[in-house]
């Protein structure tokens, strides 16, 4: 799914459910968030939770995880 040499910097690990759950109150309301090194999309999806108003945005370097995160989201 990653080019070789992204292995070293950042494997896939998705967000775990509940991983979140105590940012909204440190950090607000945003109006924008970006979530570099989206994966599948599962930060995306818990951050659509925190902040229904907000624009999301991911970024991917794997074009299949980047179109699979797209679909899921």
């Given at each position: 799914?990653?080019?070789?040499r992204?292995w070293?910097d950042?494997?896939?690990f998705?967000?775990?459910?509940?991983?979140?759950?105590?940012l909204?109150?440190?950090?607000?309301?945003?109006?924008?968030?970006?979530?570099?090194?989206?994966?599948?999309?599962?930060?995306?999806?818990?951050?659509?939770g925190?902040?229904?108003?907000?624009?999301?945005?991911?970024?991917?370097?794997?074009?299949?995880?980047?179109?699979?995160?797209a679909w899921?989201?």
């Amino acid at each position: 799914l990653y080019p070789l040499r992204a292995w070293r910097d950042a494997p896939l690990f998705p967000t775990p459910q509940g991983a979140l759950d105590g940012l909204a109150p440190v950090v607000g309301q945003p109006q924008r968030v970006l979530d570099v090194g989206c994966g599948l999309g599962h930060g995306l999806a818990a951050l659509r939770g925190l902040w229904p108003q907000a624009t999301l945005e991911g970024v991917e370097w794997s074009p299949l995880l980047a179109w699979l995160a797209a679909w899921r989201c």
